[in-house]
């Protein structure tokens, strides 16, 4: 199912939004007109990460320091990957694909 999340102006460039869809915490990062959704949980004991500092198109988790790119969702300190949703724009308009 496609949830309508907000209007793309409304996530900062080049960093993060925060935001509740059916109970489920995301983030979104848009780095020019490509947006990336990811579920706001470190993959290292699943605090979130929307508090980190995003510097370089990588977010850091506040908690232990875990560094997660940006448009892959690949952690840079193990193999793991941010879990990831689906993102459609259209017109202004940005929707997340919640199943």
Known sequence: MWVEITALNQIPESDI???????????LNRQGTNVTCYRNACTHLEYPIDMGKVS????????????????????????????????????DRVFVEID
């Open 17 to 27: 939004l925060k935001v509740k869809v059916e109970g489920i915490s995301l983030i």
């Open 56 to 91: 370089d198109g990588i977010i850091t988790c506040p908690f232990h320091k875990f560094r997660y790119k940006l448009d892959t969702g690949k952690c840079l300190n193990s193999p793991d990957f941010l879990e990831s949703y689906p993102v459609k724009i259209e017109g």
